[in-house]
């Protein structure tokens, strides 16, 4: 028997953010849902380490750099020390990953396997990121790279 993947990319990425909120609330990130502010869509906010972030949910395709830039503009136009975690289930294109980006990191599905997995506790997994984020500027570094 083979499980249906849903193809519509809305429902979906629906069903991810439900998904992510529960998770985050199992490890005592005190989530909130998505939410509408000044006309932007974000989908989810959490706190870690004394941190609130804002999170993007993607489930559709690759992530460019036009999508990054438009979630860091959300990221930055918030509180001073507000971050951001993008999560996406398919990755990132090469060319979207930079340094400009100072105030986001990002997961993929690499990333949340590991952690369903019980590889890596997802705070231990967003410390790491995090960390490696600030010391080398690089924001999107899996978990399979992130040990090496």
Same mark, same amino acid.
């Given at each position: 028997?083979?499980?249906?993947?849903?193809?519509?990319?809305?429902? *979906?990425?629906?069903? %991810?953010?439900?998904?992510?909120?529960? %998770?985050?609330?199992? $490890?005592?990130?005190?989530?909130?849902?998505?939410?509408?502010?000044?006309?932007?869509?974000?989908?989810?906010?959490?706190?870690?380490?004394?941190?609130?972030?804002?999170?993007?949910?993607?489930?559709?395709?690759?992530?460019?750099?036009?999508?990054?830039?438009?979630?860091?503009?959300?990221?930055?136009?918030? $509180?001073?020390?507000?971050?951001?975690?993008?999560?996406?289930?398919?990755?990132?294109?090469?060319?979207?990953?930079?340094?400009?980006?100072?105030?986001?990191?990002?997961?993929?599905?690499?990333?949340?396997?590991?952690? %369903?997995?019980?590889?890596?506790?997802?705070?231990?997994?967003?410390?790491?990121?995090?960390?490696?984020?600030?010391?080398?500027?690089?924001?999107?570094?899996?978990?399979?790279?992130?040990? *090496?």
């Amino acid at each position: 028997n083979k499980i249906a993947l849903n193809t519509n990319f809305n429902q *979906r990425g629906f069903q %991810l953010e439900k998904f992510l909120y529960k %998770l985050f609330l199992l $490890f005592d990130l005190e989530p909130k849902g998505s939410f509408k502010i000044n006309g932007e869509q974000i989908d989810g906010a959490f706190t870690f380490q004394n941190t609130d972030y804002l999170l993007e949910a993607k489930w559709a395709k690759e992530v460019n750099r036009s999508d990054l830039a438009t979630f860091c503009f959300k990221v930055e136009t918030k $509180f001073k020390n507000a971050a951001g975690l993008l999560i996406s289930i398919d990755g990132v294109t090469k060319e979207a990953v930079s340094s400009d980006f100072k105030s986001i990191i990002i997961m993929d599905g690499v990333d949340l396997l590991a952690v %369903l997995d019980n590889r890596i506790k997802l705070s231990d997994l967003l410390f790491k990121k995090r960390r490696k984020a600030s010391e080398t500027g690089n924001i999107y570094v899996n978990f399979n790279s992130l040990f *090496r």
